[in-house]
């Protein structure tokens, strides 16, 4: 009991006094509604007082909508989206610092701030362009997902049948111009094959921005070993997931089950927000199906643990999808987060792993992207 209680009072402590940065929360549509980040919320995943109760200092935004809105209502949606981000740093000015660079990072990190950064969730709201794109960069988008759960006109997603065999001509020019823009490309929700085309087409690391591992759970949102392999030895980084059907095995083959259900259901609550509508269907879903498994925390650690062991503890890092879907019993909102760091030391991890691990590798990587988008710019 003495050896546990030390344990977690050192864990406490290397928690709280680091730079907690996550890569994917879904909560940004609430921002341009009544919604308020500052106050605490019994629904969903966080806000400001329950990310300050567990630790969490940094996030990406999501920026997303559904991959069948195309067009100029695409571009529309989304620059609502990032004006809703960019007017909650000016409404909180001491508590929120809009983030750009590694260094803003830093700094906001250092001022006691949240440093608010912002990740594109699917190639389709650049409407085919670059220019488009560019914008984007300018107004803050930190990575650009390639594709969400449906094919781009110039990307094959993790979520639909293969057409164009990985990316085409011009996929691999927006992959030119994520680079040249020092924007992140991010991997997950693409097909393997447009994994293995961006890997080859960027010559900056990539990041999988909320993706798990394959071999624990089969999804194929997940990364598999060799796609983990690869992804670190450009120097990217694996942003582990926590959705429960993405990190437990019973529970993705009860999602296979019910996929064809599940997805008549998501078209028909398509207009609703996520946190009324998943309750919904886990409802509907159990009533034809039963009722479905049900993940533990624990295996959020289990996949950081497997991908440590495959390629160091310098390409892992946290992508939970927090207010994106069904979280595992234990990690029911961001206050539960102390636990992961508390898990790590249990099974040995050095303090300067599980700081990389929390954030530190994030930071890292959005400035190798950066210093690689300063060479492309001298070279041209």
């Not at 300067?352 to 690689?372: F, Q, S, Y």
Request: proline share 4%.
């Amino acid at each position: 009991a003495a050896a546990q209680n030390a344990v977690a009072a050192r864990a406490k402590k290397i928690h709280f006094s680091s730079l907690i940065l996550d890569t994917h929360i879904d909560v940004t549509p609430k921002l341009q509604g009544d919604w308020k980040f500052g106050e605490r919320h019994t629904t969903g995943h966080i806000d400001l007082p329950r990310m300050k109760e567990g630790g969490l200092n940094g996030l990406f935004f999501s920026i997303y909508m559904s991959g069948t809105v195309t067009g100029p209502k695409a571009v529309n949606d989304a620059l609502q989206r990032i004006a809703a981000v960019h007017k909650l740093a000016e409404d909180m000015p001491d508590k929120v610092m809009l983030c750009k660079t590694a260094a803003d990072v830093r700094l906001a990190h250092r001022q006691g701030k949240i440093a608010g950064l912002m990740g594109m969730e699917g190639g389709h709201m650049i409407n085919n362009s670059l220019p488009v794109l560019r914008m984007y960069a300018e107004l803050g988008v930190r990575y650009l997902t390639l594709t969400h759960s449906v094919n781009t006109d110039w990307a094959d997603s993790s979520g639909d049948q293969p057409k164009h065999n990985g990316l085409t001509d011009f996929g691999k020019d927006v992959v030119r111009e994520l680079n040249r823009l020092g924007v992140m490309v991010d991997i997950s929700h693409v097909a393997d094959k447009t994994f293995w085309d961006a890997l080859e087409v960027s010559k900056a690391p990539m990041i999988a921005s909320h993706s798990s591992c394959r071999a624990i759970s089969g999804h194929p949102r997940n990364m598999t070993d060799e796609m983990i392999k690869a992804l670190a030895a450009k120097g990217g980084v694996i942003q582990i997931n926590y959705l429960d059907s993405f990190i437990d095995p019973q529970l993705y083959e009860y999602t296979q089950k019910t996929q064809a259900a599940r997805r008549e259901l998501m078209q028909k609550y398509q207009s609703e927000p996520r946190e009324t509508v998943f309750p919904k269907i886990r409802e509907e879903l159990a009533k034809q199906f039963g009722a479905p498994p049900q993940a533990n925390w624990e295996r959020i650690v289990e996949h950081i643990d497997h991908a440590v062991k495959l390629v160091g503890a310098d390409h892992v890092g946290l992508g939970s999808d927090f207010d994106g879907g069904s979280m595992p019993v234990g990690m029911e909102d961001c206050t539960k987060l102390p636990q992961i760091t508390e898990a790590l030391l249990q099974k040995g991890y050095k303090e300067t792993d599980i700081r990389k691990i929390l954030g530190l590798n994030t930071v890292r990587l959005m400035a190798d992207v950066e210093r690689a988008a300063r060479q492309l710019q001298k070279t041209k």
